[in-house]
C-alpha cells in the first residue's frame, strides 16, 4: 500500500510539471504554430460602358446572368459610325492616288504638249517681230502711224512674255514633281489613313464584351436610351479567382510570407477552401505610420490577399472568413 501511495504521489508530480511546463516543452511548439486570421471576399467588380456615344440597340443579357470572357453585352446602332467608316475609306482611296500622281511625275503626253505651246510661241513671237520691225522702218518715213507702231511694239512684247512663260512651263513638266510635294500628299496619305483606323475603332467599341468571367449585378441602361461615352451601361462582378483580403498583426507578420498554404472557411459552411498568400502589403494600416513605443506596434496590422483558385458559389464576395495557416512559422516567445 505504501509503495501505491509512492508511485501515485509521484504520477501526480509529474503530471503537475507537465501541466505547468506545457508538456515539458513538447506542446509549446505546436501552439506557437496556430495561426488564425480573418477577413473578407473580395469584391471585385468593374463598370462597363461605350467608349462612343450613340443609341443602344440590344442588351442580351439581364442582372444576374453569368457571362462567359468575350460574351457579347450591349450593341450600339452603328449607322452613323458605318457612315463615318465609308466617308473615311472613301478619304484614304483619293489621298492614295493623288500621292502616286505626285510620285510618278508627269506623263509624256504633258510633257508633248508643252513643248507644242512652247513652238506656238515662239511662231507667234517670230510674226509679232516681223511685223514689229517692219513698221519700226515705215514710223521713219511717216508710211506708217505712231500708233500702229506702238501696237506692234507691244504685240512684240506680249508675244515674248507668252514664249517664256511656255518654257518655263515646259522646264516644269520636265523637271517633275518636287520633294515638297511628294512629301506633303504624303502626309495628306497618313492623315486619311488615320482617320479611317479611328473610324473603324469607333465602330468596334459599338459593342460591348465581357473583359472576364463573371455575374451581370447591374443593368443600368436600356435598349433605345442615347447614352455618352464612357457612360456605365453594366456592372459586372469578376468571381475567378476569388480573393480574400485579410489583415496579420504586426507581432505575426513574420510568421507568414507569400506562397503559404492557408485554409479559408466561412460561415454555416463547412467546406474549407485551399488557398494561397499571394501579396502582403508593405505598409501598415489603422494606426499611425509612425509608432514610437511597443504597445503601439501590437495594433499595427498589414493588409495580405490570399488567393483560391477553386471556389464554388457558397463564397459570395463580401462575406466575412475565417483563415487559418497551418505552415505558419513559430511564434516569438514573450
Known amino acids: 500500500m505504501k509503495r501505491r501511495m509512492i508511485i501515485l504521489a509521484g504520477l501526480a508530480i509529474v503530471a503537475a510539471a507537465a501541466f505547468l511546463t506545457r508538456g515539458f516543452g513538447l506542446l509549446e511548439g505546436e501552439d506557437r504554430r496556430a495561426l488564425t486570421l480573418y477577413g473578407n471576399v473580395d469584391i471585385r467588380a468593374v463598370d462597363l460602358g461605350f ?4 443609341r443602344i440597340a440590344a442588351m442580351p443579357v439581364e442582372e444576374g446572368a453569368r457571362v462567359a470572357a468575350g460574351t457579347v453585352l450591349a450593341r450600339l446602332d452603328t449607322r452613323p459610325l458605318t457612315d463615318s467608316l465609308n466617308l473615311a475609306e472613301a478619304q484614304v482611296r483619293s489621298a492614295t492616288a493623288e500621292l502616286e500622281k505626285r510620285r510618278n511625275g508627269n506623263r509624256p ?3 508633248a504638249q508643252a513643248v507644242a505651246v512652247v513652238a506656238e510661241r515662239r511662231a507667234a513671237l517670230a510674226q509679232a517681230r516681223e511685223d514689229y520691225e517692219r513698221r519700226a522702218r515705215l514710223v521713219q518715213t ?3 502711224s505712231r500708233a500702229a507702231f506702238d501696237a506692234a511694239q507691244a504685240t512684240h512684247d506680249a508675244a515674248q512674255a507668252q514664249l517664256e512663260a511656255a518654257e518655263q512651263a515646259l522646264s516644269l513638266q520636265r523637271e517633275g514633281t518636287r520633294p515638297e510635294d511628294i512629301e506633303a500628299a504624303a502626309a495628306q496619305h497618313a492623315v486619311a489613313i488615320a482617320q479611317r483606323d479611328r473610324a473603324r475603332t469607333d465602330l468596334a467599341d459599338a459593342t460591348i464584351l465581357a473583359p472576364e468571367a463573371g455575374t451581370i449585378l447591374t443593368r443600368a441602361r436600356e435598349p ?3 447614352v455618352q461615352a464612357g457612360e456605365t451601361v453594366f456592372t459586372l462582378t469578376i468571381e475567378r479567382p476569388l480573393r480574400v483580403r485579410a489583415y496579420v498583426a504586426e507581432p505575426d507578420l513574420g510568421r ?3 506562397g503559404m498554404p492557408v485554409l479559408v472557411q466561412s460561415d454555416g459552411n463547412p467546406r474549407r477552401y485551399a488557398g494561397t498568400i499571394g501579396f502582403i502589403a508593405p ?3 489603422f494606426t499611425p505610420k509612425t509608432v514610437q513605443t511597443e504597445s503601439l506596434r501590437a495594433d499595427l496590422v498589414y493588409r495580405l490577399r490570399i488567393i483560391i ?8 464576395q463580401g462575406q466575412p472568413v475565417t483563415i487559418s ?3 505558419a512559422r513559430p511564434a516569438a516567445s514573450r
Open 256 to 258: 507568414i510570407a507569400p
Open 51 to 54: 467608349r462612343v456615344a450613340g
Open 283 to 285: 505598409t501598415a494600416e
Open 309 to 316: 483558385p477553386d471556389a464554388d458559389d457558397a463564397l459570395r
Open 224 to 226: 433605345g436610351a442615347v
Open 109 to 111: 503626253q504633258d510633257i
Open 142 to 144: 511717216g508710211a506708217v
Open 325 to 327: 495557416v497551418p505552415d
